[in-house]
């Protein structure tokens, strides 16, 4: 099979979503992990050179006007101990003059006196973190003119911070890895799960009878695949309307052939065993009306059955139709019948053309089959009259003189071998109404039927307009 006949995995389609997120989830909670990490590291670390700076604040002496340190040596040696980092400690004045301790720091950035200012810088070719403070002093040293500030300076190489952050990266990397992974797992086996009401109603399908065209159960099918299944059952009611009216009516239309046909048989079995010439030649002759009554009859089912079943794509390449040229067309058609019957045809068109879209071949056919049953049952030297209105929809109206039909037969009107009139010499099998109405309908119209007060019978066709 071609790779562009196979449909795409609904399964694969999922996945294919899903890993860009879950990646996408699994890197922002790495990311922010190591943010957080790497803060609260920071934070730590930095609370423990501040703790520094503060002893060794508190260890300064300025008595007689020099400047004394007393370094906190058991708390620097405890901070070394706790971490792998190197300490460098600086205390010194304002002009650099004295300076006691690492005298080889790079100078902190611009700090204040409140509380301790954190900084990073490089010194030996290492990453130093720093804390320093200012430290106002109430009396000048060493004989200046005003009281200086000191400058304490406590920082510590990072690379302990550095292996503590990544050893925590590295579990938390491990975590997010594992979490991720099995949720991706629990997520293949809940798309699985998800899909296994699909995968009955496939099985449902492959065990259905060919012409089993009942509803498929929608207690079982997932919410999101209901209004698929909702249509697909309204596609096979269609489906099974259809079948059904096929059904009844090729059930009809044999019953209605098994008559002419039994009647030709017994007429050609009679010819065959007559030895008369002149017998054989009536029986022959009688078979004549009953062929022709077969013929339309055929020809009017053929007609009914396609009328019945127009396609979408038939429908959309309908052409323009002219009814006030296509009327003069059917009447001359019938023209020949109608001096048979010494029935006259009058023909009332407007003045402008009255334009429809539609199949020209089904409304001939249709008109063609109203104006048959209106001759046929016009008395003789009777009149058809044919007229055509024009309003919101185009009406072709066919009155005869007869004797009309009965009201019960009007309330049924259209329907397939139904016969209209009460006169059993003139009854007829009734597809010729039913392939009008079916033409009428299928071009957006009806047919609707009434006997006049004054006598007779009149049946009208509505079309849609083009611009209606």
Same mark, same amino acid.
């Given at each position: 099979?071609?790779?562009?006949?196979?449909?795409?995995?609904?399964?694969?389609?999922?996945?294919?979503?899903?890993?860009?997120?879950?990646?996408?989830?699994?890197?922002?909670?790495?990311?922010?992990?190591?943010?957080?990490?790497?803060?609260?590291?920071?934070?730590?670390?930095?609370?423990?050179?501040?703790? *520094?700076?503060?002893?060794?604040?508190?260890?300064?002496?300025?008595?007689?006007?020099? %400047?004394?340190?007393?370094?906190?040596?058991?708390?620097?040696?405890?901070?070394?101990?706790?971490?792998?980092? @190197?300490?460098?400690?600086?205390?010194?004045?304002?002009?650099?003059?004295?300076?006691?301790?690492?005298?080889?720091?790079?100078?902190?950035?611009?700090?204040?006196?409140?509380?301790?200012?954190?900084?990073?810088?490089?010194?030996?070719?290492?990453?130093?973190?720093?804390?320093?403070?200012?430290? &106002?002093?109430?009396?000048?040293?060493?004989?200046?003119?005003?009281?200086?500030?000191?400058?304490?300076?406590?920082?510590?190489?990072?690379?302990?911070?550095?292996?503590?952050?990544?050893?925590?990266?590295?579990?938390?990397? @491990?975590?997010?890895?594992?979490?991720?992974?099995?949720?991706?797992?629990?997520?293949?086996?809940?798309?699985?799960?998800?899909?296994?009401?699909?995968?009955?109603?496939?099985?449902?399908?492959?065990?259905?009878?060919?012409?089993?065209?009942?509803?498929?159960?929608?207690?079982?099918? &997932?919410?999101?695949?209901?209004?698929?299944?909702?249509?697909?059952?309204?596609?096979?009611?269609?489906?099974?309307?259809?079948? *059904?009216?096929?059904?009844?009516?090729?059930?009809?239309?044999?019953?209605?052939?098994?008559?002419?046909?039994?009647?030709?048989?017994?007429?050609?079995?009679?010819?065959?065993?007559?030895?008369?010439?002149?017998?054989?030649?009536?029986?022959?002759?009688?078979?004549?009306?009953?062929?022709?009554?077969?013929?339309?009859?055929?020809?009017?089912?053929?007609?009914?059955?396609?009328?019945?079943?127009?396609?979408?794509?038939?429908?959309?390449?309908?052409?323009?139709?002219?009814?006030?040229a296509l009327l003069p067309e059917v009447l001359r058609l019938h023209l020949a019948p109608a001096r048979a019957a010494t029935v006259a045809l009058d023909l009332d068109l407007p003045d402008g053309p009255v334009?429809?879209?539609?199949?020209?071949?089904?409304?001939?056919?249709?008109?063609?089959?109203?104006?048959? /049953?209106?001759?046929?049952?016009? &008395?003789?030297?009777?009149?058809?009259?044919?007229?055509?209105?024009?309003?919101?929809?185009?009406?072709?109206?066919?009155?005869?003189?007869?004797?009309?039909?009965?009201?019960?037969?009007?309330?049924?009107?259209?329907?397939?071998?139904?016969?209209?009139?009460?006169?059993?010499?003139?009854?007829?099998?009734?597809?010729?109404?039913?392939?009008?109405?079916?033409?009428?309908?299928?071009?957006?119209?009806? %047919?609707?039927?009434? /006997?006049?007060?004054?006598?007779?019978?009149?049946?009208?066709?509505?079309?849609?307009?083009?611009?209606?």
């Amino acid at each position: 099979m071609p790779p562009m006949a196979r449909g795409r995995s609904l399964r694969l389609a999922l996945a294919l979503w899903m890993l860009p997120l879950s990646l996408f989830v699994f890197l922002s909670s790495l990311w922010v992990t190591h943010s957080n990490i790497a803060a609260l590291a920071d934070s730590a670390y930095d609370r423990s050179l501040a703790g *520094a700076v503060r002893a060794i604040e508190e260890n300064i002496s300025t008595t007689n006007g020099g %400047l004394g340190v007393q370094l906190p040596y058991t708390l620097l040696a405890t901070l070394q101990a706790a971490s792998t980092s @190197v300490i460098y400690v600086r205390v010194s004045t304002d002009d650099k003059l004295v300076q006691i301790g690492d005298i080889g720091l790079p100078p902190p950035p611009a700090i204040g006196s409140d509380r301790p200012h954190f900084y990073t810088i490089t010194y030996l070719g290492k990453e130093l973190r720093g804390a320093a403070l200012r430290v &106002p002093l109430a009396q000048p040293l060493y004989g200046a003119d005003a009281p200086q500030s000191l400058i304490v300076e406590v920082a510590e190489t990072t690379e302990s911070r550095a292996l503590f952050l990544r050893r925590v990266s590295d579990v938390a990397f @491990v975590r997010d890895l594992s979490i991720s992974l099995i949720g991706l797992g629990l997520l293949v086996v809940g798309i699985g799960v998800s899909l296994r009401p699909l995968t009955r109603l496939k099985e449902m399908f492959d065990g259905r009878a060919p012409h089993d065209l009942s509803p498929i159960p929608t207690a079982s099918i &997932p919410t999101e695949a209901r209004p698929l299944i909702d249509s697909f059952n309204t596609l096979l009611q269609r489906h099974a309307d259809q079948y *059904a009216a096929q059904r009844r009516f090729l059930d009809d239309a044999s019953h209605q052939l098994r008559t002419p046909i039994s009647v030709l048989q017994l007429q050609v079995d009679y010819a065959l065993s007559t030895p008369s010439p002149e017998a054989q030649r009536e029986a022959i002759a009688a078979m004549g009306p009953v062929i022709a009554r077969a013929t339309q009859m055929t020809r009017q089912m053929l007609t009914l059955a396609r009328a019945e079943n127009l396609s979408a794509t038939h429908v959309q390449n309908w052409k323009q139709i002219d009814l006030t040229a296509l009327l003069p067309e059917v009447l001359r058609l019938h023209l020949a019948p109608a001096r048979a019957a010494t029935v006259a045809l009058d023909l009332d068109l407007p003045d402008g053309p009255v334009m429809i879209a539609g199949d020209d071949t089904l409304i001939f056919e249709g008109l063609s089959n109203l104006l048959d /049953n209106a001759i046929r049952h016009s &008395p003789a030297g009777g009149t058809v009259a044919v007229s055509l209105c024009s309003g919101a929809l185009a009406e072709i109206t066919i009155r005869d003189h007869g004797r009309g039909a009965p009201p019960q037969i009007l309330a049924h009107l259209g329907e397939a071998f139904l016969t209209i009139r009460s006169d059993r010499s003139s009854a007829g099998t009734g597809l010729g109404l039913s392939l009008a109405q079916t033409v009428a309908r299928a071009h957006g119209g009806d %047919l609707v039927a009434e /006997n006049p007060a004054d006598g007779g019978f009149q049946i009208t066709m509505r079309l849609a307009r083009m611009d209606s």
